[in-house]
């Protein structure tokens, strides 16, 4: 023993000799003595001691304070459910690694080591649900004992070190897990963060105590009388930790005072236990409370309000509860009487001339309760209104439900302290009220997670969906809208007007229902590009969301789009942002979105948002060949500069505007309508023309111009090669060749292709184009036969799906045919 004992006070332990098989210290006022050095302890050592250690701030190791978790099972079967609930409230602490003690009473308790970098008190932070009447001869009746119970051993507690031997059974304390020192000589330790006691112990550590908490509540000797006497002998008097909580709390609030010292002990004779002259020394030792907040009689008071309501309710007979229910009635509901007559009939095993049980009035109060929609408390509904629990992949996070519609996430913890200073009684203490709420089975949870989900209930999730922002009102107009549509957006195009006015009218009818098409709108500043979406926006003002950076949609940290029907970004552009490309073409069709925020971890939800872009970029979106993804519009400039017009259209959009809009979407027959047939605008195909790359960009800069430069003299063709009155026929290695004396000028297309790959992608640019044989110079070679110009650039428009306005016709030269050409099979 002493070899341990020498070498744990070398790395900071804290220890002392106890009394031979007891857990009782040698000396008086043992916990205030200096810490005994390594060679006092060997001074002092007798082998029928036993080992204790000061903890908390007393033990020092390497700036690490000690504590132990004291797991005390009284019921072995139950084990598992302590360590279960010790898992949740401290996870921090790894159980299987940690240092620990099996104690000399064997079954199945445990003390579990932890070091921390702040000083906290002793605190009994959790029991189990059950408990078991034991008989207590020295009180002459049953007393109630938790069938588990955990504790914080802190500054203020000892605890026995192996190989000590416990009084009662003789067995030793054994290590199942030592400390190694050499683990402090290398700083391989790994301590609980300080704010996981905080949230354990409901204590500030010190440096953080609110000044407000410090103050006494004021209340006279008779007062605090009145309250005491209340309180459980078995918990107050009886357990040492209450005893000392209560001693704590009478020395604040009477500063020390003789009268509060006989306070004390006037209560404290109701134990048998009672030691006068160890109360007048820990009585001193509440002097010195540096390392905490005092535990104060706010708290017993609490505690004994909360004792005191409980006991009216369970005294409540069947007069009490038509009173209550009553009250109740006349209170929320205005109902008549007679309504509960039946709470306590037969089914509630009610026999009349006969008082119902404690049970069947609680049956009944609750019925009476679930009736009136009183099934939580109200603090519990206030919490709820404010707060929820949320799982996130994996983890528990905190929802705070804010005026404007909007929700925050946030993490337990952080809640716990918003709360600290609104504090209910829990066990022989407060705590928070938020971990009252956290423990309430009324608390407003949401075990699936988030969805955005228009007009559907998913169990178990918290939809994001709050409705249109307006009501439709059919005697309103909103002819100023329609107006702007027809005349800026669709340039008087009736087919692209009908198209537009239907997507809105999906948009309002359908929401659940993603389109998979961006709406995107080319003008100057103002022409009024952004107005008609700022329009829309104001039907679903909970779900329309603004950006002008496109960041803000494909960065991190995107929470705003979580709930997200109309997502608006205006002067946006993707001009050759590859990195962005595939984001935002997966923002526009995929039904699930990547949500990112701040502080916790990411999570998938559904997506039904609809995008809306304007820009005045001549290349706004990433459009390519057959794209579905965007419907493409250059606005008119029609209304530039006309101040009434817009004063006229503001003010029909900040009036009933949007409610008759929504009217009219409601009311517009989308039979046979499909939203993914997009129109082909000429902004469409611009768009397409602008993204162009490689044998792509090449072959329409060839069609643009009309004819093909750069042939070498030595294939005997002419330098430049027009046909623009018919087809011709070209060496393919020569046409190649071209291309990559092309591509060499251009820094942002790509590699060459290889002959293979490039006559495969110009075969698909130019369906008619034939591959031919010829016997050249250099014996068996290839050629292209060339439809005439109109042809290849009608095929050149089917293989991107847009129609292009060409530039010219191309210059009409005369050709000059290689007789060694000739026509064969194409391949």
């Known amino acids: 023993m002493l070899e341990q004992a020498v070498g744990l006070s070398e790395i900071g332990f804290a220890l002392h000799w106890l009394h031979q098989r007891s857990k009782r210290p040698i000396g008086k006022d043992w916990a205030n003595k200096p810490v005994n050095s390594p060679q006092k302890l060997r001074d002092t050592f007798d082998p029928k001691f036993n080992l204790g250690v000061r903890l908390g701030k007393w033990s020092n190791l390497s700036g690490f304070f000690l504590y132990i978790i004291d797991v005390d099972i009284r019921k072995p079967e139950l084990a598992q459910d302590a360590l279960d609930k010790l898992g949740d409230m401290l996870p921090e602490l790894n159980t299987h690694v940690a240092p620990c003690v099996v104690s000399g009473s064997g079954g199945a308790s445990r003390h579990y080591y932890l070091l921390c970098d702040k000083p906290f008190p002793s605190r009994k932070f959790a029991h189990s649900p059950s408990f078991t009447l034991v008989w207590d001869d020295d009180k002459g009746r049953d007393v109630k004992k938790w069938d588990w119970e955990l504790h914080l051993l802190g500054t203020g507690s000892q605890a026995v070190i192996p190989p000590s031997i416990h009084p009662d059974t003789g067995k030793r304390y054994k290590w199942i897990r030592e400390f190694d020192r050499f683990d402090f000589e290398f700083g391989a330790i790994d301590p609980v963060p300080a704010e996981a006691l905080e949230r354990l112990v409901g204590y500030e550590s010190v440096g953080e105590i609110n000044p407000e908490r410090l103050r006494p509540m004021g209340l006279s000797l008779s007062d605090m009388r009145d309250y005491l006497v209340d309180l459980p002998v078995e918990t107050w008097v009886e357990d040492?930790?209450?005893?000392?909580?209560?001693?704590?709390?009478?020395?604040?609030?009477?500063?020390?005072?003789?009268?509060?010292?006989?306070?004390?002990?006037?209560?404290?004779?109701?134990?048998?236990?009672?030691?006068?002259?160890?109360?007048?020394?820990?009585?001193?030792?509440?002097?010195?409370?540096?390392?905490?907040?005092?535990?104060?009689?706010?708290?017993?008071?609490?505690?004994?309000?909360?004792?005191?309501?409980?006991?009216?309710?369970?005294?409540?007979?069947?007069?009490?509860?038509?009173?209550?229910?009553?009250?109740?009635?006349?209170?929320?509901?205005?109902?008549?009487?007679?309504?509960?007559?039946?709470?306590?009939?037969?089914?509630?095993?009610?026999?009349?001339?006969?008082?119902?049980?404690?049970?069947?009035?609680?049956?009944?109060?609750?019925?009476?309760?679930?009736?009136?929609?009183?099934?939580?408390?109200?603090?519990?509904?206030?919490?709820?209104?404010?707060?929820?629990?949320?799982?996130?992949?994996?983890?528990?996070?905190?929802?705070?439900?804010?005026?404007?519609?909007?929700?925050?996430?946030?993490?337990?913890?952080?809640?716990?302290?918003?709360?600290?200073?609104?504090?209910?009684?829990?066990?022989?203490?407060?705590?928070?009220?938020?971990?009252?709420?956290?423990?309430?089975?009324?608390?407003?949870?949401?075990?699936?997670?988030?969805?955005?989900?228009?007009?559907?209930?998913?169990?178990?999730?918290?939809?994001?969906?709050?409705?249109?922002?307006?009501?439709?009102?059919?005697?309103?107009?909103?002819?100023?809208?329609?107006?702007?549509?027809?005349?800026?957006?669709?340039?008087?195009?009736?087919?692209?007007?009908?198209?537009?006015?239907?997507?809105?009218?999906?948009?309002?009818?359908?929401?659940?229902?993603?389109?998979?098409?961006?709406?995107?709108?080319?003008?100057?500043?103002?022409?009024?590009?952004?107005?008609?979406?700022?329009?829309?926006?104001?039907?679903?003002?909970?779900?329309?969301?603004?950006?002008?950076?496109?960041?803000?949609?494909?960065?991190?940290?995107?929470?705003?789009?979580?709930?997200?029907?109309?997502?608006?970004?205006?002067?946006?552009?993707?001009?050759?942002?590859?990195?962005?490309?595939?984001?935002?073409?997966?923002l526009i069709t995929r039904p699930t979105i990547l949500i990112e925020p701040k502080g916790l971890n990411p999570f998938t939800m559904n997506s039904v948002l609809r995008l809306f872009i304007t820009s005045n970029e001549d290349w706004v979106v990433p459009a390519t060949p057959g794209e579905r993804r965007y419907c493409v519009l250059d606005a008119s400039s029609k209304h530039k500069g006309n101040h009434a017009y817009f004063r006229a259209l503001r003010a029909e959009m900040d009036g009933d505007g949007p409610a008759a809009l929504l009217y009219h979407l409601l009311n517009i027959d989308l039979t046979g309508f499909e939203v993914r047939e997009v129109p082909n605008t000429a902004a469409l195909g611009e768009q397409k023309l602008q993204g162009l790359k490689n044998v792509d960009r090449w072959w329409f800069d060839v069609l643009q111009q009309g004819y093909i430069e750069g042939f070498g003299r030595e294939a005997d063709n002419i330098d430049t090669l027009s046909w623009a009155n018919g087809e011709v026929?070209?060496?393919?290695?020569?046409?190649?060749?071209?291309?990559?004396?092309?591509?060499?000028?251009?820094?942002?297309?790509?590699?060459?292709?290889?002959?293979?790959?490039?006559?495969?992608?110009?075969?698909?640019?130019?369906?008619?184009?034939?591959?031919?044989?010829?016997?050249?110079?250099?014996?068996?070679?290839?050629?292209?036969?060339i439809p005439d110009l109109q042809r290849a650039r009608t095929e050149f428009e089917t293989a991107i799906g847009s129609v292009i306005n060409w530039e010219g016709e191309g210059a009409v030269v005369d050709e000059t045919e290689d007789d060694d050409l000739s026509n064969g099979e194409g391949d």
């Not at 700022?534 to 709930?563: A, P």
């Not at 000028?745 to 060459?752: Q, S």
């Open 240 to 586: 040492r930790d209450g005893w000392y909580r209560l001693g704590m709390a009478i020395h604040h609030e009477t500063a020390g005072s003789v009268a509060g010292f006989d306070l004390w002990c006037e209560i404290s004779r109701q134990s048998k236990k009672f030691d006068e002259r160890d109360s007048k020394r820990v009585w001193k030792s509440f002097r010195d409370r540096s390392d905490r907040l005092p535990f104060r009689m706010a708290s017993i008071v609490a505690v004994v309000n909360d004792m005191r309501m409980e006991s009216e309710f369970e005294d409540y007979g069947e007069d009490d509860l038509d009173a209550e229910v009553a009250a109740a009635r006349a209170e929320d509901e205005g109902t008549t009487p007679g309504m509960f007559d039946d709470l306590l009939g037969d089914a509630n095993g009610k026999v009349p001339g006969r008082k119902p049980s404690k049970s069947q009035v609680a049956l009944a109060r609750q019925q009476a309760e679930d009736a009136l929609g009183k099934e939580v408390p109200k603090w519990i509904r206030r919490m709820n209104q404010k707060h929820a629990l949320l799982r996130n992949e994996g983890r528990t996070v905190v929802m705070d439900f804010k005026a404007n519609g909007d929700v925050a996430f946030g993490s337990v913890s952080d809640l716990h302290q918003l709360y600290e200073n609104d504090r209910r009684p829990k066990d022989d203490t407060t705590v928070p009220v938020s971990k009252l709420w956290m423990q309430h089975s009324g608390r407003r949870t949401y075990p699936n997670g988030v969805v955005f989900l228009p007009g559907k209930d998913l169990e178990g999730t918290y939809n994001y969906w709050q409705g249109f922002s307006v009501e439709p009102d059919g005697t309103k107009s909103c002819a100023l809208f329609l107006r702007h549509l027809r005349e800026v957006y669709c340039q008087n195009d009736e087919d692209l007007f009908s198209y537009l006015i239907r997507y809105f009218a999906h948009l309002v009818q359908q929401p659940e229902d993603k389109p998979g098409v961006a709406l995107v709108v080319r003008g100057g500043k103002g022409w009024g590009k952004d107005t008609l979406f700022e329009y829309i926006g104001r039907l679903c003002m909970n779900h329309y969301v603004g950006v002008s950076h496109k960041d803000h949609v494909v960065g991190k940290f995107n929470h705003h789009v979580m709930k997200c029907l109309v997502l608006h970004m205006e002067e946006a552009f993707w001009a050759g942002d590859k990195a962005a490309d595939g984001q935002l073409k997966s």
């Open 729 to 785: 026929r070209v060496a393919k290695a020569e046409l190649r060749e071209v291309y990559e004396r092309w591509l060499r000028t251009r820094r942002y297309d790509g590699e060459a292709l290889s002959p293979v790959h490039f006559t495969k992608r110009l075969r698909y640019l130019l369906p008619g184009m034939v591959l031919t044989r010829y016997r050249g110079s250099a014996g068996l070679a290839q050629g292209f036969v």
